[in-house]
């Protein structure tokens, strides 16, 4: 019959406690892909509109990117728990691989994030007066994005009431007689644009706001990002110790003998 050595199994570096800390890893780590995949998905869902508004996709992108890295996220955990109660060496390398993977979507989107707010304030300033005085009521997803904005924080044109004054869609419909759209109103009813008197309306303009919004949420994808990231450097690390533990450390399914 075959002969297995097998290694002493003890300390801080043996199999068994690698294999308990990795569990409880493995448990933090489905956690934190959790909250990856819910802010990506609140910021897909809750934001969408606003995207709109911008002349670049990147801030979509950072979003979709935790999207899928909260979604391998949870599929890798149960890779790993698999590697770990097996003590597959093959699964394990997997699992570290996109342990990395993953670590590297993360950071990818945690800097974009950070980099980002640089450019949020002057895409704004270049693109959105744009926006309002020539594609709203002309494209539907931009004029929705544009009432909903003006609606929420409360502010009429991009960088103030005035803007409207020399729009496409004033230009295109003064039989109506309205001098803002009805979303500028500080109460909304038909036609009540009519006035842009700032008792009637918001007179404020809807840049800063957005922007603000804009940096305070990607301080958030930045941070989750790369904060989460960080976590998966501990998770390569054990995985590497219980991959060269388990080499050198080999269950027997036949007799075996102990080698001090």
Known sequence: MATYIRKTNEGCCSVSFLK???????FIFFLAGCAVLGV?????????HYVNLLTTSTYVATSYILIIAGITVLIVTVIGCIAVRQEDRCLLLIYTFLLLLIFLLEAVAGVIAYVYQEQVIS???????GTFTSQYQFDESRTAAIDQL????????ALSFEDWRYSRWLKENHEEKRKVPDSCCKTETLSCG???????INDVG??????RQLRDHLNIL???????CLVQVFGMILS??????IRDYIRPKKHYKYER
């Open 20 to 26: 308990f800390v990795l569990h409880i890893f493995n």
């Open 40 to 48: 990506g998905l609140w910021t897909v869902i809750d934001k969408h």
């Open 123 to 129: 895409e704004l300033e270049i693109s959105m007066n």
């Open 150 to 157: 003006q609606r929420k924080y409360k502010c009429c044109g």
């Open 194 to 200: 009519i006035r842009d008197h700032p008792s009637n």
């Open 206 to 211: 809807c840049i800063q706001a957005l922007e």
């Open 222 to 228: 930045g941070g989750v990002g790369l904060g989460i």
């Open 240 to 245: 590497c110790c219980l991959y060269m533990s």
